[in-house]
């Protein structure tokens, strides 16, 4: 175990979904540039404001592990959890998408596999809160968390759908 582990939501992910965003506001500019202001700049630019602070909210988060404290980073947010405080570690498996739902004294906290080496995330989180406070499934998840790509895949084929919807008012239009 290392001294101090950061992870952030994975690259893999991040950059299909921030290439979306930036597509979407690309088309929106396509959109008012011909002068249309009816229903799609305003569909457009509702999904410009979701996907903005949608990014803004991945690029922000961030897990750092030490030796007294699992800190979570989210846009506005800070906790900072000490070990001895997590009482319960459990799993939540929704087909490959996977939470660990730490349990503290005051409240719970969740994790998802959304984070870039979440199977080394994991058993830091095993292994630091006490094996007397964690699942099973914890520790298989830890041992062997289910690869989601599903999440990947779709980001990209977003881009392309939009690359053609870009291609299309830009040149045939």
């Known amino acids: 175990m290392s001294d101090t582990a950061v992870f952030k939501i994975r690259r893999a992910f991040l950059v299909p979904f921030i290439l979306d965003a930036v597509l979407i506001l690309v088309l929106f500019a396509i959109t008012v540039g011909r002068g249309a202001f009816g229903f799609e700049a305003v569909v457009l630019s509702i999904m410009l404001v979701l996907m903005g602070v949608a990014a803004v909210e991945m690029l922000s988060r961030q897990i750092t592990a030490d030796d007294e404290f699992l800190r979570i980073r989210k846009m506005a947010r800070k906790k900072e959890l000490r070990w001895p405080d997590i009482t319960h570690v459990g799993v939540v498996a929704i087909g490959k998408k996977i939470y ?51 999440d990947i895949i779709w980001a990209w084929i977003g881009a392309a759908l939009l690359s053609g919807m870009i291609y299309i008012r830009t040149f045939l239009a």
């Open 100 to 150: 660990l739902v730490l349990t503290t004294t005051r409240g719970f906290h969740i994790v998802s596999n959304a984070y870039e080496n979440f199977q080394n995330l994991a058993r830091e989180i095993v292994t630091r809160a006490g094996e007397d406070r964690v699942e099973e499934k914890a520790r298989e998840i830890s041992a062997d968390p289910p690869a989601r790509k599903a």
